[in-house]
C-alpha cells in the first residue's frame, strides 16, 4: 500500500502524543460503518468541518453519516494552534486585488460571522473547550508598522470593523515579552481554544442532532452519480450527495480537489506549567499570537499555566525525527527566557493549503461536495464550512458560491509536482524571514 499521511506518522486509531490529547474530555469510541447502508449524505472526515456539516444538516432534517479513517478529531482538528480567526485568511487589500471589494466585503463578512459561529456553538452546546477573546499579530519587522497601522484605519473606514486594534512597539512589548518584535494588532472579536475538546463538543452536538458518526473507517473509494457511493473495508454507503470534509488527509480520493488543496505539515510543543509571573511576562494578558513570518510562529498559554508554541513546517509526508528540536529553535528565538523550560509534549499534524490561501469549496453536479484549503484558518472557516454546505444542500447557494468563487487555481504542476515545486518557493520565502 503506497504511504499515506493518514499512515506515515502516527499508530493507527491513536491520537498524537499531543498535549490536547493528554488533556481531552472523555468522548466515547464509535463503531466502524460495516455492510450496506442508506444516507442522505455521506461526510468523510471527522473534524471541524465534517462534524459541523454532520450537525447543521442534522438539524436540517436530512439522515446524515460521518466516516473517519482514525478517530473524532484525529487530524489538524485535534492538532491544530487553538486560534480562531476571523475574516478570510488572507488581509483584504489583498483579497480585493484577486476580486474587487464588494466580493471581498461577503467574503469577509462570512468570515467574521464564522467567529462569532464557533462562539455561539460552544455556549449553546455548553462545550468545554476553555475558550479566550483575543489574538495579536506581532510583526518582526519594524518596517511593517506603518503598514499594519495603514491596515488598522482601512478595516475600521471602509469594512465598519472595529474589533481590530493598532498596537505600538511600546504596548506590544508591555503585551508580549519578546524582543523579536516591533509593533502589531489586536482583535478582540477572535480568540483561541482547546481544540480536540471542541471537537469531540461538536460531535456529540451532531449525534445528539441525529447524525452517525463510524469511526475506524477509511475510505477507500467514491463514486458520484444520482446514486452516490462510498467505499470502506467493510461497508458500502450508498447516499445522495458527498461531503469531502478531510483536508490535508484527502489524499487521492479526488484528482480536482488534489490538484488545488496541498497539505502541509506543521509541528507545535508544550512546555511544563510555567509559574504565573512567568505567564504574565509572556503574554500578559493570555491572548494567542501569531507573527508576520511567511513561516508563522503562533503561540499562546494553555489552561494549566504551559507555553503551546507552534513553528515550523515540511512538505514531505514524514514528519521530523525530533519534533522538539524542530520547534524548539523558534521558540527560543522568540522567548529566550523559556531556555531552561522542560518541553513536555511535541506533535505534528497536517492541514491544507492553497495556492492562493483561500478556501477551495466545489459543488459538483455529480453529487460530490468538497469543502477544504483553509491554508491555517480552520478552527472557524471549517466550523462555517458547515454551516454553509448545509445551507447549501437545502437549496440556498448564496454563501456557498460567494466562497466558491473565490480563486483557487490549480498548483504549477498539479498533483504530481507540486511536491517537488512547491517546497522550492516555500523555502525561499522562510529563507526571506531569517534575512
Known amino acids: 500500500m503506497a504511504l499515506s499521511l493518514l499512515d506515515a506518522n502516527d499508530k493507527e486509531g491513536k491520537h498524537a502524543p499531543s498535549w490536547y490529547a493528554a488533556s481531552a474530555n472523555v468522548l466515547e469510541e ?40 482514525h478517530r473524532v478529531g484525529w487530524g489538524a482538528s485535534g492538532r491544530n494552534g487553538g486560534q480562531v480567526g476571523s475574516g478570510q485568511r488572507i488581509g483584504q487589500d489583498e483579497l480585493e486585488s484577486l476580486v474587487g471589494f464588494d466580493h471581498a466585503k461577503q467574503a469577509f463578512d462570512i468570515g467574521v460571522e464564522a467567529a462569532d459561529l464557533v462562539r455561539g456553538l460552544i455556549k449553546k452546546h455548553k462545550i468545554d473547550c476553555s475558550y479566550k477573546d483575543g489574538t495579536i499579530e506581532a510583526l518582526h519587522r519594524k518596517r511593517y508598522d506603518k503598514e499594519m497601522f495603514e491596515y488598522v484605519e482601512m478595516m475600521h473606514e471602509k469594512y465598519n470593523y472595529h474589533s481590530l486594534s493598532y498596537l505600538t512597539p511600546q504596548e506590544m512589548s508591555e503585551k508580549v515579552g519578546s524582543p523579536n518584535y516591533s509593533a502589531g494588532a489586536l482583535d478582540t472579536r477572535c480568540g483561541h481554544l482547546h481544540p480536540l475538546n471542541y471537537a469531540r463538543g461538536l460531535a456529540k452536538a451532531a449525534i445528539k442532532a441525529g447524525a452517525k458518526i463510524f469511526e475506524m473507517s477509511r475510505v477507500t473509494s467514491i463514486e458520484g452519480g444520482v446514486t452516490c457511493k462510498v467505499k470502506t473495508r467493510d461497508a458500502e454507503i450508498k447516499a445522495d450527495k458527498i461531503i469531502l470534509a478531510a483536508n490535508g488527509y484527502s489524499g487521492g480520493l479526488d484528482g480536482h480537489v488534489a490538484d488545488r488543496v496541498m497539505p502541509i505539515n506543521n509541528f507545535i510543543l508544550a512546555t511544563e506549567p510555567l509559574s504565573d509571573e512567568m505567564c504574565k511576562s509572556l503574554i500578559r494578558d493570555g491572548e494567542a499570537v501569531y507573527d508576520s513570518r511567511f513561516v508563522v510562529n503562533y503561540f499562546r498559554l494553555s489552561e494549566d499555566n504551559r507555553m503551546l508554541f507552534g513553528g515550523g513546517e515540511n512538505y514531505s509526508y514524514k514528519f521530523p525525527s525530533d519534533i522538539t528540536k524542530t520547534v524548539r529553535k523558534p521558540m527560543l528565538l522568540v522567548f529566550p527566557q523559556l531556555k531552561g523550560a522542560r518541553v513536555d509534549y511535541a506533535w505534528g499534524g497536517t492541514l491544507a493549503i492553497t495556492y492562493k490561501r483561500l478556501p477551495h469549496f466545489e459543488f459538483r453536479h455529480d453529487g460530490i461536495i468538497n469543502i477544504s484549503g483553509y491554508s491555517g484558518s480552520g478552527v472557524h472557516m471549517a466550523t462555517m464550512a458547515g454551516k454553509i454546505v448545509a445551507e447549501a444542500v437545502n437549496g440556498q447557494m448564496a454563501r456557498f458560491d460567494i466562497i466558491s468563487q473565490l480563486p483557487t487555481p490549480k498548483f504549477p504542476g498539479g498533483a504530481a509536482l507540486r511536491w517537488p515545486l512547491l517546497p522550492l518557493a516555500l523555502t525561499w520565502y522562510a529563507m526571506r524571514d531569517r534575512f
Open 30 to 69: 464509535f463503531p466502524s460503518a460495516k455492510g450496506e447502508l442508506i444516507f442522505d449524505i455521506a461526510i468523510i472526515g471527522a473534524g471541524f468541518s465534517g462534524l459541523s456539516s454532520a450537525l447543521h444538516l442534522s438539524q436540517l432534517g436530512y439522515k446524515v453519516c460521518v466516516l473517519d479513517a
